[in-house]
């Protein structure tokens, strides 16, 4: 009898590992056969590309755009559902899934797509040549230089607040509100200036807030699709000040051949950028998320600068400060009507 029933275990297991074998070659076969549509967020748009690179993620078709034109798509009553057809992952930093969802919500239609969890996070960061933070930090008597304090001197002359004659006016700079870096830096500099993130809509009213927002917008440089690096290749002349997240500034600064450089600052509360995959219903959404969630996607999102639990760290990318456990930013809603207010400050 005990042989019989080692025998009957035994022919179970042979068959439960045939067709473990099975689905697992199907699984192959599926992504080596189907064309996956990834759409991601140009600050993503390299590790998305080092993904379709990756054998093992099978065949990858990238499409990068800014956030904002994603967006705008998904968003559309007409369009929206065709834009989510026409996709199989959005890869992007987390409001923008949220704030097509609110979007369409108020509208009365569908959601669309779904974000998945966070993927990899990033520290919104000031890079700032270190005697013009040394400064901007003295005058705003504090120990080193914050959103509030480049906010209130924005656009005024350096000889003003301690400076030098040739240093100019102080310039900061970000990338635009349109896109993923954009909105991040901006709302982690609107949670600086109230000291926290728990905002409304209302809060943007404040006349307070709005002088500053207004005098740091009107004084800034958009113009360039990287301030950043703009600030490493002419210097002083274009930035003195930029906000960014530490997955760009990062890995340019440790590239720089520069003999002096600035310094990057993580102006306290912190606040993060956090990658998540927005997917709409589906195999091949669930296909895509099997890939960016798995090891091609995490080797290529950590190889970008960014921060990936139980990955290495990129060269630039510092382990310290630890990132808080939200990513310190105002609500979706209202980092829509923040984006709205600097495209109106800035018209």
């Known amino acids: 009898m005990p042989a019989r029933l080692l025998a009957f275990v035994a022919a179970i297991a042979m068959v439960v590992g045939a067709v473990a074998v099975r689905n697992r070659l199907d699984a192959r076969e599926e992504r080596a056969t189907t064309v996956l549509r990834l759409v991601c967020a140009t600050e993503l748009g390299p590790a998305c590309e080092a993904m379709a690179e990756d054998e093992a993620a099978g065949r990858l078709e990238v499409t990068t755009e800014a956030a904002a034109v994603t967006t705008g798509r998904l968003m559309s009553a007409e369009d929206g559902a065709a834009a989510a057809r026409a996709l ?56 080193a230089v914050g959103w509030r304090c480049l906010g209130d001197n924005a656009g005024r002359s350096w000889t003003e607040i301690g400076g030098q004659p040739t240093w100019g006016p102080v310039k900061p700079g970000h990338v635009e509100v349109a896109t993923a870096t954009g909105l991040t830096v901006v709302g982690g500099a609107t949670a600086g200036y109230f000291g926290r993130s728990d905002l409304a809509r209302a809060d943007l009213d404040d006349d307070g807030y709005r002088d500053w927002l207004t005098r740091l917008e009107r004084s800034s440089r958009s113009g360039s699709p990287s301030p950043f690096e703009a600030m490493l290749l002419t210097g002083r002349a274009a930035f003195d000040a930029v906000g960014t997240v530490e997955a760009e500034a990062g890995p340019l600064l440790a590239r720089s051949v520069r003999a002096e450089k600035p310094e990057l600052i993580y102006p306290a509360p912190v606040a993060t950028a956090d990658v998540v995959l927005g997917t709409v219903r589906g195999r091949r959404s669930q296909l895509v998320a099997e890939v960016v969630a798995g090891n091609a996607g995490r080797k290529a999102l950590a190889a970008g600068g960014w921060r990936v639990e139980g990955q290495p760290p990129a060269p630039g990318v510092r382990r310290t400060p630890p990132l808080p456990g939200a990513s310190g930013l105002p609500s979706p809603g209202v980092l829509e009507a923040l984006r709205q207010a600097v495209q109106e400050i800035t018209r």
């Open 88 to 143: 199989d992952g959005w890869l992007v930093t987390a409001p923008w899934p949220a704030i097509v969802a609110e979007g369409r919500g108020r509208a009365g239609l569908e959601p669309l797509v779904s974000p998945g969890p966070v993927l990899a996070r990033s520290p919104v960061v000031l890079a700032v040549w270190p005697e013009r933070a040394s400064v901007l930090a003295r005058h705003c008597r504090i120990p």
